[in-house]
């Protein structure tokens, strides 16, 4: 396996494969890990790229990349006291024989916040 880059004595890969412990796993089926970036000393942030893969319900137009829609900041789970945040960025597609853009709708946050659904039912069960 090569290193994509290294981060202090870590290679970039090691810190993901061990972030697939701890973080959702759509996140990893999704979305491709590009940046770790600790904010001040209590939040870590993971920047995430939607993988380049068409969307399904499209499949029968003929779709090019066509950049991303604006981040998304998702609260999930604290690790080691520190708040953590997917920044994610989704793919759009422009279809070449109409110009109308396309992407895809992941179902990753829970209704009316901007958490995680996991960490969004861990905090309704533990505060109602």
């Known amino acids: 396996m090569g290193c994509k880059f290294e981060i202090g004595y870590f290679c970039f890969m090691e810190i993901e494969q061990l972030l697939r412990y701890l ?3 759509e996140i990893f089926e999704y979305f491709d890990l ?3 970036k600790e904010v001040g ?5 993971l920047s995430l790229d939607e993988k380049p893969i068409k969307p399904i319900v499209h499949s029968g137009k003929e779709l090019v990349l066509y950049g991303f829609d604006e981040a ?3 609260q999930d789970f604290p690790i080691r006291e520190r708040s953590v ?3 994610v960025r989704r793919r759009k597609w422009r279809d070449k024989d109409t ?3 396309y992407s895809t709708r992941w179902d ?3 209704n009316g916040t901007s958490y995680t659904k996991e960490f969004a039912a ?3 069960e533990l505060f109602g």
């Open 41 to 45: 000393t209590n939040q870590l942030e």
């Open 23 to 25: 973080l959702p796993q």
């Open 85 to 87: 945040y997917f920044i």
């Open 34 to 36: 590009v940046g770790i």
């Open 72 to 74: 998304v900041r998702i």
């Open 108 to 110: 990753l946050i829970a």
């Open 122 to 124: 861990f905090l309704k």
């Open 99 to 101: 110009g109308k853009i």
